[in-house]
């Protein structure tokens, strides 16, 4: 009778142990939207998430809408980059400046432009920055652009990235 009574008891606890891990597995199954398959596919998607999906900078800019790539605001861009920013930056190499290239895979849009608008301020307050100017030993001077030279630059950068 003890035997029998010890082993209900050994079974129920099994039991119980079992019922209630069951169900972990199925938990956080959704997959996140992937913003940069999104970008590939030249859908509108939310630049608010990109790489760091919460790192917009400090600055004017909050949210973009951000389509397929606008080549004549890319021309545009090209012709700003090319008098003011080729003396620092080259595409490829570093120079004065990162090479720019790929500047787009590193950060969201809406940080981009928020560091050509607001350039001083986030190299004072953004960590990545501080570590750059360290790094370069340069401080790269506020570029005075207007948010439409700023977004055409963007575009370009974009235009560019492989
Ligand atoms: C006088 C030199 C100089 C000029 C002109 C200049 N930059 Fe820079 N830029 C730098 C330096 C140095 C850094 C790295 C240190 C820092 O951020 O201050 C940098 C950093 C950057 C970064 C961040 C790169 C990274 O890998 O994180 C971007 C984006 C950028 N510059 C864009 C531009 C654009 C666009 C222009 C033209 C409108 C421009 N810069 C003009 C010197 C310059």
Do not use: W
């Not at 990109?50 to 949210?63: A, H, L, V």
């Amino acid at each position: 009778m003890k035997l029998l009574v010890t082993s209900v008891f050994i079974i129920s606890i099994t039991f119980g142990y079992l019922s209630c891990s069951g169900n972990k597995s199925e938990e956080n199954k959704q997959k996140p939207v992937n913003n940069v398959e999104a970008a590939q596919n030249n859908k509108l998607f939310s630049m608010s998430k990109y790489e760091f999906p919460n790192d917009n900078g400090i600055g004017p800019i909050k949210e973009l809408s951000i389509e397929a790539i606008d080549q004549n605001l890319a021309i545009q861009g090209r012709k700003i980059f090319n008098s003011q920013c080729i003396a620092c930056h080259q595409l490829d190499a570093r120079s004065v400046g990162p090479p720019l290239r790929n500047v787009t895979k590193k950060y969201t849009p809406v940080f981009i432009m928020n560091y050509l608008l607001n350039t001083t301020e986030m190299q004072r307050k953004d960590p990545l920055l501080q570590k750059l100017v360290n790094e370069y030993k340069v401080i790269m001077p506020d570029q005075q652009l207007t948010r439409d030279g700023a977004r055409a630059v963007l575009e370009y950068l974009r235009s560019i990235g492989k």
